[in-house]
């Protein structure tokens, strides 16, 4: 049985019976103190989180588009994950995917369908297709996965649970929430004067046809790399792409907001054509369930750029400055709040904090992670312990949500939404975009369909 294997049953396994295995690589699999051999699929910008996290492990393999950004302590360099792939396949238990948002699905994909353990940035896809893909992948193959949004491994968002099902908060009926970028004079976020922008001449280290990947190939433009992707919904997802995933974990996962059936982009500063809004408001409504009330979402973005600022509670005991980023809870008994990472929960009259602390907080019904990080957490999983919080049965969900907002925000208005089938039932030209064409040699996926 090749190392991968041993790894790969074991961290099932662990994953299934939160066990920790006492066997060692070499013998029946791997143990707590094992070192992983992770290769790393993006090696600049947000692939130090990943670097920084698993610095006890083997770093065998960095594969990055431009040359410049593939080089670590002797790791074996690749421009093509592909190829990479291909070559070290059977040497690698896990790989970080730290790409443009446009390249998640593919790097995630193919190493998934080779039974390696993966955990990708947020938001996990480009598109909705590619989500639930991704969770039918997960099942099928049966690695270990996660997204890297570190709040999820943080205590505050397992206490606002907590909370919520001891009834502290009663029935919350509007989370508001939102993020004051994007900046548009810091390097993440660009602010063009014209669309398409311009053609420039490539970089010598940058292949630029795999920057590009499954997409439709455009010219080169510094604006596109390294890193104001995010600025284009041909490659990026906006503020939301780069913050709901963070800011609405917590109200995702502890109220169950799955399935909206209408999302609405209320106002957004009017862009260029395919460069995101400079602020945005947007509404997901979702039904009443057996577990809980009717619920509204709402998201603002652009608050430093002019735009509307959420709804704050006026009765904020917590100074004059209230927060214009996290999310405010809204319920019918006590309303509360959550950081911009979901994160340092409290509840918005301090009297009311002040009482639940007297009185003590509720009991922890959700294990507390103790690793560093996504990436600590998932490399510990692989290793036999607890399944990751943010794995792809839950995080493509939260995707899903996400990029829901992100089709009304950048097509704006209405849009009522069919998840069963995958559909928008009133503006069925939007359909095109749930699942978008790729070039040639970049299809995967299509067998879990």
Known sequence: MKRRNFLKYAG?????????????????????????????????????????????????????????????NGAKSFADFRVMLDKMGDEIDGVCINTPD???????????????????????????????????????????????NQGHTYNGIRKMREWYEAGILGSVKEVHCGYPGPNMNLRYFANPKTMPLPKQDIPATLNWDLWVGPNAMTDYNKMYHPASWRSFWEFGTGMLG????????????????????????????????????????????????????ACILQWHDGMNNRGRMMKRPEDWGYGNKKPNSGSFWYSDKKDAYLDQRSNNPRLVKREDMLELKQNGYPEEKYPRVKANGPHGEWAKAIKGGPKPGSNFEYSSRLTEVCLL?????????????????????????????????VRKGWEYGESLI
């Not at 990943?50 to 431009?66: G, H, P, T």
């Not at 780069?242 to 609405?248: A, G, L, P």
């Not at 009304?408 to 030209?429: L, Q, S, V």
Request: hydrophobic share 40%; with cysteine; aromatic share 8%.
């Open 242 to 293: 780069d913050w709901f995933c963070h800011v609405c974990d917590g109200p995702v996962w502890t109220l169950g907001l799955y399935e909206p059936t209408v999302i609405e982009c209320l106002e957004k500063n009017a862009p260029l054509p395919g460069v995101i809004p400079k602020s945005a408001v947007v509404r997901w409504e979702f039904p009443k369930t057996a577990e809980r009330e």
């Open 405 to 437: 907002g992100v089709l009304a925000e950048r097509f704006g208005g209405r849009i009522e939404w069919d998840a069963k089938n995958m559909r928008i039932t009133n503006r069925p030209e939007l359909n095109a975009y749930i699942k978008t064409p």
């Open 12 to 72: 099932a396994v662990g994953a299934s019976t939160f066990v920790m295995p006492s066997f060692s690589i070499g013998k029946s699999g791997p143990s707590a103190n094992s070192k992983l051999n992770i290769a790393m699929i993006g090696g600049g910008g947000i692939a130090n989180m990943a670097f920084r996290s698993l610095k006890k492990e083997n770093i065998v393999a960095v594969c990055d588009v431009d040359e410049s950004r593939n080089k670590h």
């Open 102 to 148: 446009h390249t998640h699905f593919a790097a995630t994909m193919d190493a998934m369908q080779r039974g390696i353990h993966v955990c990708t940035q947020k938001p996990l896809t480009h598109n909705i297709w590619q989500s639930r893909t991704l969770r039918k992948a997960a099942k099928k193959y049966k690695v270990i996965t996660n997204m890297a």
